[in-house]
């Protein structure tokens, strides 16, 4: 039996449908183990409430102290990124909160668990509540003014 041109041809074809089948069988199993081990994490989220003074709001955080003790001079203050979709309440813009004013802010605690045991936690301001304005500060000038109208002079003031 003698081999043609004719048969290797049909040979080498063989050859490579078969190479191009398996190589397609393989490549489609390695992706479907990628997509195994890309698992999504577990979500947690809880809304959480609180109240206090702005201080300090920029450029995607608001910064609010929630508990002050006087005595221990001490200040308790969170500071929360603010969600793209942020709601806000009693004002038209987020401008228009300023330090010191008074204000509700609802937030998300979320948690993330991946399946490789990584976790992740962080806050998510969703809307702020304008309560009140800050209390409007008095300069030493009309604090003294006010002493010597009451006949209480100031001690220590230079050039009295």
């Known amino acids: 039996m003698m081999i043609t041109e004719k048969m290797i041809t049909k040979i080498i074809k063989k050859v490579i449908q078969i190479s191009l089948i398996m190589s397609l069988a393989f490549g489609f199993n390695g992706v479907l183990i990628g ?10 989220t809880v809304t959480k ?7 300090w709001i920029g450029r995607g955080y608001i910064s609010v102290v929630f508990e002050r003790d006087v005595e221990k001079a001490t200040e308790n203050e969170i500071l929360l990124p603010l969600d793209k979709d942020l709601k806000i309440y009693h ?6 909160i ?18 490789e045991g990584r976790r992740r936690e962080f806050s998510l301001a969703k809307a702020i509540t304008f309560l009140k304005p800050a209390k409007a ?3 030493m000038q009309t604090l003294v003014s006010e002493e010597k109208e009451r006949g209480l002079p100031l001690k220590g003031m230079k050039g009295e």
């Open 137 to 139: 500060k008095q300069d």
């Open 91 to 96: 004002k038209k813009s987020l401008e228009e």
């Open 35 to 44: 997509q195994e081990t890309k698992k999504e994490p577990k979500v947690a």
């Open 98 to 115: 300023k330090p010191g004013d008074t204000v509700r802010i609802q937030y998300e605690e979320i948690t993330e668990e991946y399946p």
């Open 49 to 55: 409430e609180i109240e206090g003074e702005v201080s």
